[in-house]
């Protein structure tokens, strides 16, 4: 059944927006974080979906799933947004490459991720590199279902695919993860079942 788009006010869209979409900016940005692994890439993403979600939001039904109506975007922003790169050829700036030859190599600093310093040793630290290693297709599925916590039926609609490719891809990405973890969690003591 189509959704019957509604002439809404200003004031009606910030109302909504602002109480029904605003209060998922973490969710989205985790996600956005997950499918970029860059903190700008996440921030422009989330930017863009919030931007669609309120130029569209006389499409929205209100009362309804806010978060996943908003996820769907998202997850649209980022396929479209991954096409369009890999369609473009590497692009490299010859200024750069020139300042680069031309710097002292002993005054040169090394630039330092602190995110990366921080969380170094961590626990999480190999579980989010595996994660970060699947393809889009089986990431996006762990993170709607195991992070997200969203229900079948939801990513099913969130993805556009049908529940039974949810179920199938989720089995894959659970087991693709078990391998990659599996040689860590010998490491950390833990014993495989059998």
Known sequence: MPVEKV???KAEKDRIFNREFLPHMDALYNFAFHLTSDEDDANDLVQETFLKGYRFISSYQQGTNAKAWLFKILKNGFINDYRRKSKQPNRVDYDDIVSFHDTDDEGHVEYVDLRQELFQGMLGDEVTRAL??????????????????????????????????????????RNILKEKLREYARQEGYKEKR
């Open 7 to 9: 002439n809404l006010s």
């Open 132 to 173: 970060s290693e699947l393809p889009v297709d089986f990431k996006t599925i762990i993170l709607l279902c195991d992070i997200e916590e969203f229900s079948y039926e939801e990513i099913a609609k969130i993805i556009d695919i049908p529940i039974g490719t949810v179920r199938s891809r989720l089995h894959r990405a």
